[in-house]
């Protein structure tokens, strides 16, 4: 008998489920009139934020909303999908952000899969979810519009606007907290580069943590941060940096629209110290800096993640003032599963290393318990020796509970107790990891693996090449041989030619990884930004056969 | 039916015991050179801390320790205490980290409770260990002495020092996890001011959760914190930072004595970043500063806790260089529940508003759920008039299990779901507590309630007067009065006078408030420097009833 399993049990006093909704009770009560959101002209405190987010959840109790129910919401990164990070929650449904940039078939199959209660839709996507609640036969759901000065011709696809809706809220309605850590928060639909878009269910105890951890993988301290909402909030709720914000109470600045234009006024305009994005707004920053731009005196703090950022657009963040740091994740990770930690020793590399130190997936994050690269037949770690390519496999308490209605999915993600990204990766000797393929998207030529992110990286560093993707094509003598899908900027479209690339390629690849053909085209990408790889295989297939032998 | 609890259930995949131990992996992993520990002229990186730590589970396992066996030590700040905090919940122990001041009789009652297999001792502590083994009877218990060059005259309690224990540890057993983020970590005993020690049962999830509030409570963002080791690790585990040094990767310097001059020595030597104190520590600094002592370019961040820094000693410390932090809390909350976080408005208060500010108990910390100031009988919230009195009561993740082999004091602690901790305070208008007194230590005259902290910090105020202490003593008319017990500085023992006393009180002072009786003396202090009223009481009571009717 253990003695310290006697008598000292779980209670109310010592246990209770970890939940983000503590940090937005916190910060209401401990910085009641320091900044929380802003907004154009719009400026909320704390203790308002909290006050709108409570308004929104005792609306939709009225409403009928409670345990177990779905809300949908479509917006951009304005003060509504702020306040749906823990309204939602606190009603005790569950938050579901859908990606702005689908079209009406996908807003449809979300809505119906989700079996979504309640829709919040920001005017500016007014025609694509008016079109999607009629493609999924949707009567009963409850639409509410989101209202914008900045929308032009604004339409009503509900009965009602969100500020009429949370001002009507009735007053006396206690809010829902979670039974139990393991209760459901979010529901975030995977893009789906095939089939059906699956739907991710985040749980309370994730949420939280991951909150925790962001504080720390970001450095949220030192002083306030003002973080700038350059990543959508429908993106893995912004990767749970609302909660986040919230754990540390820190100051949100809402963005309609991540262009060059409007990050730069917003840095200048409220000192912001930390944002996340993708690399393509690096690039979008660095194409668009304003004339006259001064860097900030403490360079902004960058998570980057989504792709590997490029060697060129890192050195280039730099210059313009911001510090990048590169996280790698996925929406079934509560989006970020590990960090690239700096390391001391790095300040004695020449810059062209330092750079591709940085450049790596990294580490795991502080609260993502396990992380292994391994074959995925036999779970064996591969070797710390840069070059063996295994998988990417996650264990820990920032996975989601699973995949919502998908038994089969969720089983299959989670075979033998790990999380399989289906990512691959190499180890360095120093144990960061390197991620050099989708397992779907490697190139295999005369049993030769070939990674398509490493030539991928040699194409980029060509001038005037501002998009590339490298894809298998079937070869008869190799079986597969690499084809690359060039985006050349304007400038350069009429002056480099296929002969170029191959031979920039080849000084810098071994032979068999050189693209033996060259494609010149714009890049298709999905609404996430995602290249859809499986796609320009067909095309790149199609356009090589129709061309004959190769060079 | 909730479809989110369909098919969704926790996994080795998504759900892992939340362990304090996954943070020595992943330093170890992360920052494998970076140094974890130094004393005098040993330096460990994370990788051989980690490999120690290691070492020390095997060879307790290999001693046939295991789940639920409690394991002892007796040691200052050196790196095995250190170890200990990592090597014992590795081998599936429970770690109990024995007050170095107590006494035979104390540590004997300590062994016998906690039913110890093993017992680490410092040699510094020897003889204590002994006579504590002898008087407890325990012929079965495993002592293990840990050999120190510092230490004059060595004496050796068990068969083994630790060294060798630790390197005989076979190499190839596997260490023990937690089977539920609920199994008990550490054991602490409280100092009982009454009664016999109680023993604090920690668990794996607090330990955790606390660890990573600690990393934000002190800030160990920006660069690689530097932790000196002034706190006893005894101490509530050290407060959990030997577990937050882990989360980020810093390095612990270990201290055997937390004077003034090894103090400074270190925070010279080693560029430290943060240690945590007690106010006595900040005095033994303000009045030790070494000649030519230059502030750090960065002010040393502490954490200070134990009981409210006296506004003296605020000042002074912010003239050597600390930029303190004030914490409240107890062993039974993982020892810190509140934190004065410091707010941007207090620049524009003057100085002596300003200290004020940050010697209150302040707001819950981030991890702690839940905290109310109360009516003990009714459990309504106190209004934030900053006058009236309510008891502290804290409810969430970082409490105890409860009191080992102690259901009676468990549950009367827990009572209502919440924790008592017999603390009186008011709350501010900007919902910041502070600690007016011990339930037990208020004092009732003429039916008006007197917090003694209040008298004590005008008496701190008087030239002179380096300790004081306020406590009930009987009166006729009033029933109770209050009266001063006062240490005075060598130099000011002939020249103050109790009336000087009774009239500097009574300038700041409601009338009833002002002591009614004055007696010079050095106070007595616990071994974890706690005053003891209740015997001060006493002894006040004798002297006042000798002296006969008050002035």
């Known amino acids: ?53 409570h308004k929104l959840a005792r609306a939709l109790i009225a409403t009928g909303i409670g345990r177990g129910d779905t809300v949908s919401i479509m917006a951009a990164n304005i003060p509504a999908m702020a306040e749906a990070a823990f309204g939602v929650p606190m009603s005790g449904a569950v ?39 009629a493609q999924a036969g949707l009567e009963d759901v409850r639409v509410i519009d989101i209202a914008d000065p900045l929308i032009q011709c ?42 059906d878009p699956k739907g991710v269910v985040y749980h309370h105890r994730g949420a939280y943590l991951n909150a925790l951890g962001q504080v720390i993988n970001a450095n949220f301290l030192g002083k306030v941060p003002v973080y700038l909402w350059t990543l959508p909030l429908f993106h893995c709720n912004g990767w749970c940096f609302a909660w986040a914000v919230a754990a540390i109470g820190g100051t949100n600045v809402c963005l309609r629209k991540a262009a060059a234009e409007d990050i730069f006024e ?70 970020v599963a590990t960090i690239c930690e700096p390391q001391a020793s790095w300040a004695e590399l020449d810059p062209e290393q330092q750079i591709r130190q940085i450049g790596r997936q990294g580490v795991r994050s502080v609260v993502t318990d396990q992380m292994a690269v391994c074959s995925p037949d036999t779970y064996e770690e591969v070797p710390r020796d840069g070059s063996t390519i295994g998988e990417v496999m996650i264990r820990g308490n ?93 400038a350069h479209q009429a002056v480099v030619t296929e002969q170029d690339i191959i031979e920039h390629c080849r000084a810098h690849l071994a032979g068999f990884k050189t693209p033996k053909h060259v494609i010149f085209e714009p890049l298709i990408r999905t609404a996430t930004g995602k290249l859809q790889k499986f796609k320009l295989r067909t095309h790149a297939t199609d356009v090589v056969s129709s061309r004959g032998k190769p060079r």
């Open 1 to 53: 008998m253990n003695m310290y399993n006697v008598d000292l049990d779980k209670c109310e006093a010592n246990y209770q489920p970890l939940t983000p909704i503590q940090f937005l009770h916190r910060s209401a009560d401990v910085f009641p009139e320091r900044t929380a959101v802003i907004y154009r002209d719009r400026k909320y405190t704390w203790s308002e934020y909290s006050e709108r987010c």
């Open 398 to 490: 920032i996975a989601m509970k699973g995949y919502l209605k998908n038994p089969k999915a969720t089983q299959a993600a989670f075979r033998n107790g790990w999380y399989h990204t289906g990512d691959l990766a190499v180890v360095h000797e120093d144990g960061y990891i390197e991620i050099k393929d989708r397992s779907k998207d490697l190139i295999i030529s005369g049993g030769e693996n070939i990674s398509s992110i490493e030539v991928e990286d040699v194409l980029y560093a060509y001038p005037g090449v501002v998009g590339a993707a490298v894809v298998a094509v079937p070869d008869e003598k190799w079986g597969e041989v690499p084809c690359a899908v060039v985006e050349l900027s304007p």
């Open 95 to 133: 938050l579901n952000c859908i990606n702005i940039r689908l079209d009406a078939a996908s807003v449809a199959f979300i809505l119906k899969h989700s079996e979504a209660k309640v829709f919040f839709v920001d005017q500016q996507f007014a025609s694509v979810a008016k079109a999607a609640i």
């Open 154 to 195: 604004p339409e009503m696809v509900g009965d009602i606007e969100y500020e009429d809706y949370i001002a009507a809220a009735p007053g006396d309605i206690a809010i829902v907290y979670p039974e139990d850590e393991w209760d459901a928060i979010a529901l975030n639909y995977t893009s789906g580069t095939t089939g």
């Open 266 to 335: 917003a840095i200048a305009a409220h000192q912001v110290t930390h944002f996340c994005c993708a690399p393509t707004i690096l690039d979008f920053m660095i194409a668009g800096k304003p004339d006259g731009w001064k860097n900030p005196a403490e360079p902004v703090k960058v998570l980057c993640a989504g792709a590997s950022p490029p060697v060129a657009t890192l050195k280039k963040s730099m210059a313009i003032g911001l510090d990048v740091v590169h996280v790698y994740g996925m929406t079934e990770q509560h989006g």
